[in-house]
């Protein structure tokens, strides 16, 4: 597999200003999301609703990629069609996430390590057969008292950048994704600081392991206030700290920074993006949202067929909304409200 066909998919993803829908919500996640509008989860229920999603009309003029589960790869449209084909015949990238998952890391309590790496080669060359050009590993840096340790984050930077070489071989392209999260009540500086330590050592391993830079995306979060703190920084805020954080530890090199929305609002989650595009970089900055595309396709669909056309309404909306912030060229009058 040759590098130009990594450094062509990478670019292919985020050009025109799309972005990717994340819908690799693992089972237990899946049926999180399900709970909350009182639907079952089946493997018949997640495959109606990937696949509605899925053939939204017109979702390819927003959406360059999309992350499926394993589960979801396997599947296929009701027509037999599988999905990464369905996907592809729209010149959509269907990826995969290959981690198994964020556990508790040995003598660092409150803190993850994300698995996987056991078997991946084998995995990547059965799911590159099953169409997946792309792929997806998270980690999970938490804040905290004395957290995250340098142990913490060097071990998740370090599996991060074997996953993502591993992906090169088998003509993948990683995204590579150090999650700093949202949820505790750190400033926006403390966010800064924490995140400016994940990427600094993030990059040291993927360089440190010949990952080809051209051939991945970045898949961080934002530099943003924690969802406790008193006080809630300004898009404006979030943008300039957001810049000046990857203007310092991201090389020119990586083709795109897809920003995952990690618990924002919709709205917030582009209007956000929406201002650091105002700023800008070396960089295509765009997004690879899981709940910030789909919160309001959720709900309006609610587990019946009748409200499919609606939904696909709904999710269609937020992929141009966010699309028309990866240009900065959203404003908040172009927001319509959702059907109830
Ligand atoms: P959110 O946008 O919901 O944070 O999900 C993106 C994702 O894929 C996290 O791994």
Partial sequence: MGAHELHDTAQAIVADHKGILAADESTGTIKKRFDSIGVESTEESRRFYRQLLF?????????GGVILYDETLRQSAGDGTPFAEVLASKGVIPGIKVDTGAHDQAGFPG????EGLDGLRARLEEYRGLGARFAKWRAVIAIGDGIPSVAC??????????????CQEAGIV???????????DNTIERCYDVTSRTLKW??????VQGVDLRGTLLKPNMVISGKGCATQASAEQVAELTIQCFMTHVPAAVPGIVFLSGGQSEVEAT??????????GPWPLSF???RAL???ALHVWAGDAGNADAAQAAFAQRARMNALAAAGEWSAGMEQPVPA
């Fill in 174 to 184: 990683p995204i590579v994704e150090p999650e700093v999260l949202m949820d505790a």
């Fill in 153 to 166: 984050t060097r071990a998740n930077a370090h599996a991060l950048a074997r996953y993502a070489a591993l």
């Fill in 294 to 296: 789909q919160a309001s």
């Fill in 271 to 280: 209007e956000n993006l929406n201002a650091i595009n105002h700023i800008g």
């Fill in 202 to 207: 993030t990059f040291h391993e993927l360089i």
């Fill in 288 to 290: 690879s949202y899981g």
């Fill in 111 to 114: 803190e993850k390590i994300t």
């Fill in 55 to 63: 053939t939204t009309p017109g979702m390819e003029d927003s959406i």
